[in-house]
């Protein structure tokens, strides 16, 4: 059997354990069966830009839909989201992978939906999603790896939305949480990472107000974030002042 780690560009540096992982053509997915929801998602921001014309980047595509790699009693369906007040809303963003039909569209596997506060999908993950886009950009940034947890506070209640049947109707937990780790490496091969944990609604303070150090959210998540590259190699952003990075 293929070792996905080896295959795998966005999975070099090392992901979390998870049930089953949903290898991708621009993006992979650690799914979880018990939250019928991804555990985590990686990527790559727009790997292999170079080979494509980014003047021709294409427009959403909108095309939600059940991943069907996912056995039909662990996997959620559209109708879990129909009127439960929750955004679909993307782990890896649909404007990090928008420079191919096919690229964009993969981003609309429920896989890598979760249920979002809209106020929380439209408001701060938004912008923490268009900040990592613009730490992307810069000339010095070779390479941007993103890993997106759910997150769930097992001392807290969870709500779901969908409703359990027998024709294999599923529920979905609502994540009370989101982490994002970002991992930057430069042309030098120099690594920075920043870590993120925000709670899902309305959230109006900045962004550095929810950065978290990697190693408490490794044990919010269960698992090792990039556990191929040594710690020593690490550098952590533990405050920002002036700009995001």
């Keep these: 059997m293929n070792d996905p780690f080896q295959m795998q560009r966005e999975l070099r540096y090392g992901a979390p354990v998870c049930d089953q992982i949903l290898t991708g053509r621009h993006f992979s997915i650690g799914y979880s069966w018990y939250f019928r929801q991804a555990k985590w998602t990686l990527e790559i921001i727009n790997r292999d830009r170079e080979l494509v014309n980014e003047m021709a980047m294409v427009e959403r595509l909108d095309n939600f839909r059940a991943d069907t790699r996912i056995p039909k009693r662990f996997r959620a369906g559209l109708k879990a989201y129909k009127g439960s007040g929750f955004d679909r809303g993307h782990l890896v963003a649909s404007a990090n992978q928008d420079l191919q039909d096919i690229q964009n569209s993969e981003t609309f596997l429920l896989s890598n939906m979760s249920p979002m506060k809209p106020q929380f ?11 990592i886009r613009e730490l992307d950009a810069r000339p010095s940034t070779l390479e941007t790896y993103v ?16 409703k359990e049947q027998e024709d294999f109707g599923i529920s979905v937990p609502v994540p009370h949480a989101f982490m994002k780790s970002v991992l930057a490496e430069n042309k030098r091969g120099r690594f920075r990472l920043w870590t993120f944990e925000i709670p899902n609604k309305r959230q109006t303070d900045d962004l550095d107000s929810f950065l978290v150090k990697t190693y408490d959210a490794e044990q919010m998540v269960g698992g090792r974030f990039w556990d191929r590259i040594s710690r020593e190699d690490l550098h952590t952003a533990k405050s920002r002042t002036g700009s995001m990075w």
């Design 121 to 131: 999908n439209r408001g701060i993950w938004a912008r923490l999603e268009n900040e």
């Design 147 to 162: 890993l997106t947890c759910p997150v769930f506070y097992f001392g807290e209640k969870v709500e779901r939305i969908g």
